[in-house]
């Protein structure tokens, strides 16, 4: 069954330091999102990609966080500099078509920020 | 920010009962999915309502859709051990965020128990 593939699992970086995370999504899927979730809460959304195209970035603080999708497949965030209160679980999902489709994540990576 | 609030917000039952979940929301929806979430991994569709739709049944879950209160549940019958877990609700709304997809806004879910 294809899932959708995320990498780091895990990252502990020191605050200012820049971090990146890696999203391959399922194949054929052209909506791709990233999500942040604080421990206790649900998933937040940080931005939402249509192919290479950014839908939704409203909720990003763009001061720090930027994210590419430069060949409309797989998908890179990053964090720069990383802030303590950057310390949360960042999810990718992908779906066939936007939210009127179900969203199929991945495992997720865990920041730490010391 | 968050949309959907769900109830309880823990919820522990014997295996074997029948554990309900409910979800209040704020706004105008163009569909309202059910998502679970295993300790520390991602999140696993479960089902998927329209606005047009009042109740919905997969497998040993049920769904219901009241537009008019703004609200959902989530019946899961005869419970496992292994259904223990978080259990999300998430509203897509129908504020047009481009390119024909509307955001999905998840609420704070409701942890489930389910003792053997």
């Known amino acids: 069954e294809a899932e959708v593939a995320q990498s780091p699992r895990y990252k502990i970086t020191e605050k200012s330091q820049a971090v990146a995370f890696w999203c391959d999504p399922i194949?054929?899927?052209?909506?791709l999102y990233w999500y942040r979730q604080i421990l206790g809460q649900g998933p937040e959304l940080l931005v939402q990609?249509?192919?290479?195209?950014?839908?939704?970035d409203s909720q990003l603080p763009k001061d720090r966080f930027s994210a590419e999708r430069l060949k409309g497949v797989d998908s890179t965030l990053k964090i720069q500099p990383a802030e303590l209160g950057d310390s949360a679980m960042y999810l990718c999902?992908?779906?066939?078509?936007?939210?009127?489709?179900?969203?199929?994540f991945g495992p997720g990576t865990r920041l730490t920020v010391t | 920010s968050q949309q959907g609030e769900e109830d309880p917000q823990a919820l522990s039952i014997q295996e074997g009962e029948n554990a309900t979940m409910n979800c209040s929301y704020k706004?105008?929806?163009?569909?309202l999915q059910w998502y679970r979430q295993n300790s520390g991994r991602g999140l696993v569709h479960l089902i998927l309502?329209?606005?047009?739709?009042r109740e919905k049944h997969s497998g040993r879950l049920r769904v219901t859709l009241d537009t008019s209160k703004k609200s959902s549940s989530l019946l899961i019958t005869a419970s496992r051990a292994a259904d223990t877990a978080s259990y999300f609700c998430?509203?897509?709304?129908?504020?047009?965020?481009?390119?024909?997809?509307?955001?999905?806004?998840f609420g704070k879910g409701t942890k489930l128990s389910v003792i053997p």
């Open positions: 990609f249509q192919d290479e195209s950014v839908v939704d």
């Open positions: 706004t105008s929806i163009n569909n």
């Open positions: 999902a992908s779906s066939f078509g936007g939210s009127s489709y179900e969203q199929y």
């Open positions: 998430a509203t897509a709304g129908i504020t047009y965020s481009g390119a024909g997809s509307y955001q999905l806004t």
């Open positions: 194949s054929g899927h052209a909506t």
């Open positions: 309502i329209r606005s047009n739709e």
